[in-house]
């Protein structure tokens, strides 16, 4: 594993190939990996989170737009964070299912310092999804209900669905 300082860190994920895994230790404190395919070059960026001593740490956010469907299409957002197994499995389920129900798939970070507000509600529960702006479901994705979901949007009946997760309620 080699070194590098952060600041040279974001060009060379430009240049990794998305056929490999790679892994990056930032300054031997911590270990990063990514895997083939999960981000755009364009939605890599490092992101400083506080920790709980003051201390700032360095990281690599998931924020951004995974791929576009056709315009109008259903609009799903992942609440997620990095190295999140859960989430990935769902990620895919989503892609497998992109073509015969088109959607665009983008994703939130909830550990990034801007979603603070998401963080306090599905922290403990992610993956979380929304499909055109509304809670859809939380943990696991099947491809039947990825499809029916996605078509019930398509042709705009898909409604709200119950269980919305919001841990800042379960901790005042």
Known sequence: VKMVRCARLLPMLAFIPAVHSFAISLQGCRMLTARPG?????????????????????????????????????????????????????KAVLKE???????????????DPEHENWWKRYKYDIPVLHLNGMYWTKHKLDMAAAQEAIEAAKIGSFKQQRGEPDASRLEH
């Open 38 to 90: 999960l981000l755009r070059a364009r939605e890599r960026h490092v992101c400083s989170q506080r920790m709980s001593d003051g201390s700032a740490e360095q990281r690599l956010s998931v924020t951004g737009t995974v791929y576009d469907g056709p315009s109008g299409s259903p609009e799903v957002v992942l609440f997620t964070k990095a190295d999140c197994t859960l989430c990935d499995k769902v």
């Open 97 to 111: 299912c992109k073509d015969s129900h088109p959607h665009s798939l983008s994703q939130v970070d909830i550990t």
